[in-house]
Each structure stands twice: as structure tokens, then as C-alpha cells.
């Protein structure tokens, strides 16, 4: 069983930037494909940002291209998300996953992950 842990979430404004860390504690982090989701109250867990275990390959959701930046520390064990331009509907918890297996066209979808971190909370705010 994996041991997810997420920090970074925080008050921030609109326009800031925030990075979230994800570490991995039982495996190395290089054994997984690895995710961030977002929830808000009432509404399903949201696809945000996926890599690939080699790094080779990034994805993102529609709503964070061109202002999120998901990559990896394999040697840190270490996922991160980088938030810059944050807008009030960034505001979520934010969990990070992870898959022993390729998920190919579906990495969007969560329940291709296996394990979940406890979440960690983003509010964009003035």
C-alpha cells in the first residue's frame, strides 16, 4: 500500500502562483504514472494534470494548459504541480494519484489510479 502525502495548498489571490508537492513514501515514485485531481463540494473529482512514469509524456486538463506545469523527482520521490495564474474557480482540494499501470487514453479518469493522497486545500481568493 502507497503512502501519498500532498502540501503547498494555501490562500492565495487571483493571478498568484502556488506549487503543490506530492511525495511518495513506500515505492519509489518512478515505479508509478502519477496525477493531480481537484474536487470542489457537490461535484465529482476533476482531471487536472497527468505525467508519464518515464516523464516523457505531460497532459492537462483544458481548463489549467498554458498556466499549470506538472512534473517529477523520481530521486525526491517527489510529484509537483506549479499554479501560476490562479482564478477563483482553481479553488478545490487538490489530491494527487497514482497508477502502477499505463493508462494510455484514459489517464484522465480516476479510477485508472490506485492510490490517493489525503488532499490539500487551494483557495484563489482576493
Known amino acids: 500500500q502507497e503512502q501519498l502525502v500532498e502540501s503547498g495548498g494555501g490562500l492565495v489571490q487571483p493571478g498568484g502562483s502556488l506549487r503543490l508537492s506530492c511525495a511518495a513514501s513506500?515505492?519509489?515514485?518512478?515505479?508509478?504514472?502519477m496525477a493531480w485531481f481537484r474536487q470542489v463540494p457537490g461535484k465529482e473529482r476533476s482531471f487536472v494534470a497527468a505525467?508519464?512514469?518515464?516523464?516523457?509524456?505531460?497532459y492537462y486538463g483544458d481548463s489549467v494548459k498554458g498556466r499549470f506545469t506538472i512534473s517529477r523527482d523520481d530521486a525526491k520521490s517527489t510529484l509537483y504541480l506549479q499554479m501560476n495564474v490562479l482564478k477563483p474557480e482553481d479553488t478545490a482540494v487538490y489530491y494527487c494519484a497514482a497508477g502502477r499501470s499505463y493508462a494510455g487514453v484514459n489517464y484522465n479518469q480516476a479510477q485508472k489510479y490506485d492510490y490517493w493522497g489525503q488532499g490539500t486545500q487551494v483557495t484563489v481568493s482576493s
Open positions: 505525467i508519464t512514469r518515464t516523464g516523457l509524456s505531460t
Open positions: 513506500e515505492r519509489p515514485l518512478s515505479d508509478y504514472h
